[in-house]
């Protein structure tokens, strides 16, 4: 007995002398700098702390990001872990360029993560990504402004404006001497922000990307009567110039020349220093009817997500990593960082942002409540890029139907060529 | 006399004329250029923004290095916004990449086009004509249309991610081969027949005589390959993965992500871009035009 | 003796022309007959699905492809308007820059920097400068005593594309310039010595000598602009991504997006491959005609 101890022991400390480190890569967008920070020194405590595993990890510009993630995934050359933004996910696992990762994840890890975490993973039954944070959606406001036109400042979800309110609102800001444009919707930024920030407009009153049936066709929902109303009402914001779509940059906000903000938790620690006490978090609004599709209320959820690639030859190595950057302690470090709501609820828990009363939970709040993921299907890229092309033409004065029509037609179109997308 | 003085007067109007033409003219030119730089020395982002517009952007109030090289003396010299260009990227390897990949292309490319061109223009044989305009035809197939295939073929040669996937398929050019076979073909016969009595050898006339006759030729070309290479991206983004073999339009894209647009920092990145192409233009720009002169061609 | 000679005179064609053809032949030619290939299968670039011959769908759809259609409309736009105008300011400023002044030398460096400034960078600069709170419409209003309204360039139907006109012959003139320069520096001095001895003033000296003389450059300078011309893409990437409905919207922007962010290769190889076949009947009318006027 001894003897055996003895050479299990002899056989750890010669594998952990002479056995050289499992080396993971892994990809990630280059993001924000918080972010970045914030992975970069996760990559090097968890290279640290143990011999077995080394992780290689490189950051790639985000303006290409997915890009060149496809054509690494052409030419069969992609690493072993990588991040991918949320929807983007599903056409790689369609196409079998990642691993289910049912198998490596315990059930106290999986009842611990929030719904909207797993339903954007979730492909066919089986879960392909996980992230360590998830999105907020909703709008930030300068409560001097709000006060000095009278404004209600809503205190949940349930007591968000309805449009009426809303429309009064922007058309009172309009009126004060400070502010050109009332409401940033942060239309200097491109790509994926249209989908995210302006597809929940479209579900509020009551339509939607895609038919969520069965995910064949977006014929009568993004083209539908409630679409149709949704890109004019839209519309109408930009005409009665509630909105400016040239901004010259993300900071009219702060800078006191709009009232509100439509964006994301990112914007939260730049707002923070730049009006303090000022600053205030407004639900989402009803925009559309109670009895349509989504109850007339919705925001985005979804974020940039883990992926371990089916070509990868250690994936418990590139797991355990990726266990490790899910610790609630690590996801609390990110979600301070970048102001994300932690995926975790145990996470949440230890945030000052998050946890119950803290300033940012009424994002965890919409979560549960209105919040729409972006459709989980393997046509998601050529929805998100219709998408963007129907918003920039309703933006810049296009007739909202033939726009939405074009659009429509196209995301059938591709989803036809590929059968469907079948899974066998 | 009046007349003379009347020629003399008309003389100076001309000359004024020119100068006020030319003068035009450079403002129109250069004034994108001069507002990428002062934005670029404004430490200042609301400031850029606040000034966009006005003749103000023009000349910085306060002007500093903070956008190219961060700031190690502000309070929150961590933060992304006050490190800089330097500071928040490896500009140096981008910079370095970008160089190597582009001289590599460029010199090899005068080598084996000139070479080419030279072979189409001076030689007869049979299949020349065709293989002319085999090469102007050439000249009509856009990069971003054969870049899928290519991809694919240079992954069969497992080339990805490397300095030469993104060297060697550029050197060959039909462009450049048909601007050095327009003037390689304007040479007189008699050049070549007699360096042949001379019992010279072809490789003797074509690096002896043809290309110190062809500094002009081989200026353009080489600035204007130069220049197509230096802002090539779609390429790199498709072969290169990390830091290690990646160039500057690439890098580049590190700005165009999300939340918050640093407009400091992409003129300055965009201002240190423009340096390097400027210095090869400055030193090759006398050979363009007056070199002609004295080539003996005409 | 002669068969010696031609023996080596093979050789020596061999050796030049050898590498170039074996370099273009790999990375231009082969690639161009594999898109051919390409074009009658539904290949995509991540799929679970085995790609199939699709025959001449891919063809016949293109040509009810609306957007191809715009593209190819906005391309032939473009390529008018900015051809002749960037050929007719070039040669200006390289008769401006030909005279005989001191400090010449620095105007032709300063009209040749935005040449040297690459497509990349000089698309973020002009956005910046196109913005309505922008330097250009400051200045318009400045020099109409504020009677111009302020216009959003890149997101007006109307102007997004005279805009993205305006910056690419800034940015491509120069280069031309510097062409015709060398042109204009070729022709013999006794030309104009003779004709002011026989009276003829500065216009008829241009007409009959100046532009006769600059055939062949002119030749090149149009066909190597048109060429580039229906290639445009990069600044529209940047700068307007097609929009506002379309009106930027060019060939290699729909390949662009067909075959990278649609991902529909065999769909994107048949556009290169009819895309190619129109330029090529282009350049050949654009070539007969320039040629027949060299003849008469």
């Not at chain 1, 409401?183 to 969520?212: C, H, K, T």
């Not at chain 2, 040479?187 to 050898?201: Q, R, T």
């Amino acid at each position: 007995m001894k003897k055996v101890l003895f050479t299990v022991v002899l056989l750890i400390a010669f594998s952990m002398v002479f056995a050289a480190a499992v080396e993971i890569d892994m990809w990630f967008h280059s993001g924000r700098g918080a972010e970045r920070n914030v992975i970069q020194d996760q990559v090097k405590r968890f290279n640290e702390m143990q011999d077995l595993i080394h992780v290689n990890a490189v950051v790639l510009p985000e303006g290409s990001y997915n890009e060149q993630v496809q054509a690494a995934a052409y030419a069969n050359d992609l690493p072993d872990l990588l991040d991918l933004d949320g929807p983007y996910m599903t056409n790689y696992a369609w196409a079998g360029f990642l691993r289910p990762l049912n198998d490596y994840m315990s059930e106290e890890l999986k009842s611990d993560l929030l719904p909207s975490i797993i339903k954007q993973g979730t492909y066919k039954d089986k879960i392909y990504a996980l992230g360590t944070f998830d999105s907020g959606l909703a709008i930030w406001g300068n409560k001097k402004y709000l006060e000095e036109i009278g404004a209600r400042i809503p205190a949940s979800v349930e007591d968000a404006w309805t449009r009426e309110e809303f429309m009064q609102i922007l058309a009172d800001l309009k009126g004060l001497p400070e502010i050109d444009y009332p409401i940033d919707m942060m239309f200097s930024d491109v790509g994926e922000w249209y989908p995210y920030g302006f597809s929940p407009i479209f579900q509020a009153f009551g339509a939607d990307l895609i038919n969520r049936e069965d995910f064949m066709s977006a014929d009568g929902v993004l083209n539908g009567p409630e679409a149709v109303e949704a890109g004019e009402w839209f519309q109408s914001l930009i005409e009665d110039e509630y909105v400016n779509i040239s901004p010259p940059n993300d900071a009219a906000l702060l800078e006191g020349k709009a009232g509100l903000a439509w964006t994301g938790h990112w914007y939260y620690n730049s707002a923070k220093d730049a009006l303090g006490e000022d600053l205030v978090l407004i639900p989402m609004p009803k925009l559309g009817s109670p009895d349509s599709l989504y109850g007339g209320q919705a925001t985005g959820s979804g974020s940039w997500c883990w992926g371990i690639t089916s070509t990868s030859g250690h994936p418990y190595a590139a797991w355990t990593f990726l266990r490790f950057i899910l610790r609630p302690e690590e996801i609390v470090k990110m979600s301070n960082a970048n102001g994300a709501v932690p995926s975790r609820k145990s996470a949440s828990m230890l945030s000052e942002l998050y946890k119950e009363g803290g300033p940012l939970s009424l994002y965890v709040d919409q979560a549960s409540l209105i919040s729409v993921e972006r459709p989980v299907t393997p046509a998601y890229p050529i929805i998100s890029l219709e998408f963007i092309k129907a918003i920039q033409d309703i933006s810049n004065g296009g007739d909202v139907k033939d726009s939405l029509d074009n659009a429509v037609e196209e995301i059938d179109w591709d989803i036809e060529d590929n059968s469907g997308y079948p899974m066998d | 006399m009046s007349k003379k003085r009347s020629l003399k007067r008309s003389k100076i109007i001309d000359k004024t004329v020119g100068y006020i033409l030319l003068t035009i003219l450079a403002l129109f030119f250069l004034f994108p250029l001069i507002y990428m730089v002062t934005t670029s020395l404004n430490p200042d982002e609301s400031d850029i923004v606040s000034k966009m517009g006005s003749i103000e952007a023009f000349i910085p109030t306060d002007v500093s290095l903070k956008n190219y090289f961060g700031d190690s003396s502000a309070e929150d010299a961590d933060l992304t916004e006050n490190k800089g260009v330097t500071g928040r990227m490896n500009f140096g390897r981008f910079m370095f990449n970008s160089i190597f990949i582009v001289s590599c292309t460029v010199v090899a490319g005068l080598i084996v086009n000139s070479m080419l061109a030279f072979g189409l223009a001076r030689f007869s044989f049979k299949g020349r004509a065709l293989l002319v305009s085999l090469i102007v035809a050439l000249m009509i197939i856009p990069f971003e249309a054969i870049a899928i295939p290519l991809l694919w073929l240079v992954n069969i040669f497992n080339w990805l991610d490397s300095y030469h996937v993104q060297i060697i398929p550029f050197i060959a050019n039909p462009f450049y081969i048909f601007l050095f076979y327009q003037f390689f073909i304007q040479f007189p016969k008699a050049l070549e027949e007699a360096a042949i009595i001379d019992g010279a050898s072809w490789f003797k006339i074509y690096w002896k005589v043809a290309l110190p006759l062809s500094k002009p030729i081989l200026s353009s070309v080489a600035i204007l390959h130069f220049l197509t290479q230096w802002g090539f991206f779609l390429w790199p983004l498709m072969v290169t993965r990390g830091e290690e073999y990646r160039p500057l339009p690439v890098a580049m894209q590190q700005f165009f992500g999300q939340y918050p647009r640093d407009w400091g920092d992409i003129m300055a990145f965009a201002s240190m871009m423009t340096i390097p192409v400027l210095i090869l233009f400055i030193i090759l720009q006398g050979q363009f035009v007056n070199s002609v002169k004295s080539s003996g061609i005409k | 003796m002669t068969s010696e000679l031609n023996k080596k005179k093979r050789k020596a064609i061999l050796i030049f022309i050898l590498p170039g053809l074996v370099l273009l032949g790999v990375f231009i030619i082969l690639p161009f007959f594999m898109s051919f290939g390409l074009s009658f299968t539904n290949q995509r670039i991540l799929s679970r699905l085995p790609t199939q011959f699709v025959g001449l769908r891919n063809y016949e759809r293109l040509f009810k492809d609306d957007q191809f259609l715009i593209g190819l409309k906005n391309n032939m736009i473009f390529a008018l308007i900015v051809v002749p105008v960037q050929t007719i300011l070039a040669l200006g400023m390289a008769l401006v820059v030909n005279k005989n002044l001191k400090g010449v030398k620095i105007f032709r460096t300063a009209y040749f920097m935005p040449t040297v400034t690459t497509m990349v960078v000089v698309s973020v600069v002009w956005s910046f400068m196109y913005n309505p709170q922008g330097i250009i419409n400051n200045f318009m209003q400045a020099i109409t005593f504020g009677k111009w309204e302020t216009i959003d360039f890149l997101k007006n139907s109307s102007w997004a594309f005279p805009a993205i006109m305006l910056m690419s012959i800034w940015q491509g003139a120069g280069f031309q310039m510097l062409i015709f320069l060398a042109g204009l520096q070729e022709i013999p001095k006794m030309l104009y010595e003779a004709s002011t001895i026989d009276g003829a003033n500065k216009w008829k000296q241009f007409f009959y000598i100046t532009l006769p003389q600059l055939r062949n450059t002119t030749t090149f300078v149009l066909i190597s602009t048109t060429i580039l011309s229906l290639r445009l893409f990069d600044q529209i990437k940047i700068m307007t991504n097609g929009g506002p409905n379309d009106s930027t919207y060019t060939v290699i922007l729909h390949l662009y997006n067909s075959g990278f962010t649609k991902q529909k290769v065999g769909y994107a190889s048949a556009m290169t491959v009819v895309f190619f076949v129109i330029v090529l009947i282009i350049s050949i009318i654009q070539r007969l005609l320039l040629r027949e006027q060299r003849e008469v």
